[in-house]
């Protein structure tokens, strides 16, 4: 990874990454792996006030039990790898935003999401995308950061 507008991060095409404790940083990590890609954010936060906040365009799905346009519940990952799946697939290159984790992990079993994370990344690499997903550490118990850590790149900030 190299320097970059932003954060100081630049990501590889084809590579994952897990940005721990700081969503505000995460998300302006973005500036950096947007230029020339098509992204696709799903968020726990209202789509308005993101896009808004970091000055983002994309395709934003609301992580969100809320029934409205653009939502997605998060009991149903295997609907959510589809839809991302399919959007790189026919939106390369792109870059994968997943904010709402710890949401996700609430709402399902920890190795579910965990076996989620593990395909959608196959598919990153397969379409040469890049995903980013901010994390809170301590939300997580040991066992499951090393799970997570071990799957996906992790970038501390410093």
């Not at 932003?6 to 990590?29: C, K, L, P, Q, R």
């Not at 039990?65 to 792109?94: G, H």
């Given at each position: 990874?190299?320097?970059?507008?932003?954060?100081?991060?630049?990501?590889?095409?084809?590579?994952?990454?897990?940005?721990?404790?700081?969503?505000?940083?995460?998300?302006?990590?973005?500036?950096?792996?947007?230029?020339?890609?098509?992204?696709?954010?799903?968020?726990?936060?209202?789509?308005?006030?993101?896009?808004?906040?970091?000055?983002?365009?994309?395709?934003?799905i609301w992580l969100t039990?809320?029934?409205?346009?653009?939502?997605?519940?998060?009991?149903?990952?295997?609907?959510?790898?589809?839809?991302?799946?399919?959007?790189?697939?026919?939106?390369?290159?792109?870059?994968?935003?997943?904010?709402?984790?710890?949401?996700?992990?609430?709402?399902?079993?920890?190795?579910?999401?965990?076996?989620?994370?593990?395909?959608?990344?196959?598919?990153?690499?397969l379409q040469n995308s890049?995903?980013?997903?901010?994390?809170?550490?301590?939300?997580?118990?040991?066992?499951?950061?090393?799970?997570?850590?071990?799957?996906?790149i992790p970038i501390f900030?410093?």
């Open positions: 990874m190299n320097g970059e507008e932003g954060t100081g991060i630049e990501f590889d095409a084809g590579y994952s990454y897990i940005i721990a404790d700081d969503v505000e940083y995460a998300y302006n990590s973005l500036k950096g792996a947007i230029p020339g890609r098509n992204l696709i954010c799903i968020t726990r936060e209202y789509p308005e006030r993101v896009k808004f906040k970091y000055g983002l365009d994309g395709t934003f039990f809320t029934k409205e346009p653009d939502t997605m519940r998060p009991t149903d990952p295997q609907f959510l790898f589809n839809t991302l799946r399919d959007f790189m697939q026919t939106q390369a290159p792109s870059v994968i935003f997943l904010d709402g984790l710890e949401y996700m992990i609430v709402h399902n079993d920890y190795k579910e999401i965990l076996k989620f994370l593990q395909s959608l990344k196959d598919h990153v690499m890049i995903l980013i997903i901010p994390y809170s550490r301590e939300a997580l118990s040991t066992q499951e950061r090393a799970l997570l850590e071990r799957e996906l900030k410093d």
